[in-house]
């Protein structure tokens, strides 16, 4: 069974920066893609970004130009570089995986921006 594990969360200020990093149990190039999404509290799950296995990213309008997804191969990890963080980035930020049809998510990391 495919395991992710996050770390990497935490308080920031407005402004601050944080790196988010997901490590899977197996060689993530067997992935279709893997990526970040969050929830805050009453609200849906939305898009972050995302990875794909050529290597191509996707990110939600909200974080376009402010996070950075990447990876490395050696070290089974995708990471999440966050920049200019916004109290409205507050959430639980879940790391995906996802082989055809089949998702696998994280436990959640919280991140809140907050003064």
């Known amino acids: 069974q495919v395991q992710l594990v996050e770390s990497g969360g935490g308080l920031v200020q407005p402004g601050g920066s944080l790196r988010l990093s997901c490590t899977a149990s197996i060689i993530i190039f067997e992935f279709n893609d893997m990526g970040w999404y969050r929830q805050a509290p009453g609200k849906e799950r939305e898009l972050v970004a995302t990875?794909?296995?050529?290597?191509?990213?996707n990110y939600g309008d909200s974080v376009k130009g402010r996070f950075t997804i990447s990876r490395d191969g050696a070290k089974k990890t995708v990471y999440l570089q966050m920049n200019s963080l916004k109290p409205e980035d507050t959430a639980v930020y879940y790391c995906?995986?996802?082989?055809?049809?089949?998702?696998?998510w994280g436990q959640g990391t919280q991140v809140t921006v907050s003064s």
């Open positions: 995906n995986a996802r082989i055809l049809t089949c998702n696998t």
């Open positions: 990875i794909n296995v050529g290597g191509r990213t």
